[in-house]
């Protein structure tokens, strides 16, 4: 087995119960081997981002301890979406669940498929709000507090859930 790395994961779902689809998902996540769930932030409620003519989102950040590579994990994360019924039909559409892979450990990967640390979640109300309640003092690679982000994504609407 490697070496644990802490990981953080981004959740997303605006079809056939979101909000039951983050909590399959945790789940399932929860019983891969080499993945220790740490923490997850509330659920939010978030406007869609790009394709707007669709409900809105249920999101939420997991923080994780794993064994696996980031391709592992990146694979792991892609079997949950296929499991839970996700189809690709266009960018930003709506879909049964959304999983991405925010940062791993200190990171930086940028392979096809897989960026890490992800290139807009530093953009997003709907990931930095539920990091940042999970992790206040995290610094993302290369840019710095997530904390420092804040002001720039204020004008986004999320509504806690739970």
Request: aromatic content about 6%.
């Amino acid at each position: 087995m490697s070496e644990s790395q802490r990981a953080f994961i981004a959740l997303g779902a605006n079809m056939d119960d979101p909000a039951g689809q983050l909590t399959a998902a945790l789940q399932m996540l929860a019983m891969i081997p080499g993945i220790r769930m740490l923490h997850c932030s509330r659920f939010y409620a978030s406007a869609p981002v790009g394709y707007a003519d669709q409900p809105d989102f249920v999101n939420a950040v997991a923080e994780i301890s794993t064994t696996l590579s980031p391709k592992q994990l990146l694979e792991a994360l892609l079997a949950v979406e296929a499991a839970r019924g996700r189809t690709r039909s266009f960018r930003n559409a709506p879909r049964t669940l959304d999983l991405d892979v925010l940062l791993y450990g200190d990171a930086i990967i940028n392979e096809p498929g897989l960026n890490v640390p992800h290139p807009r979640m530093h953009e997003r109300a709907f990931v930095l709000v539920p990091l940042l309640e999970i992790a206040p003092d995290l610094d993302i690679p290369v840019l710095g507090p997530a904390q420092a982000f804040l002001g720039k994504v204020a004008s986004q609407q999320l509504k806690p859930l739970r």
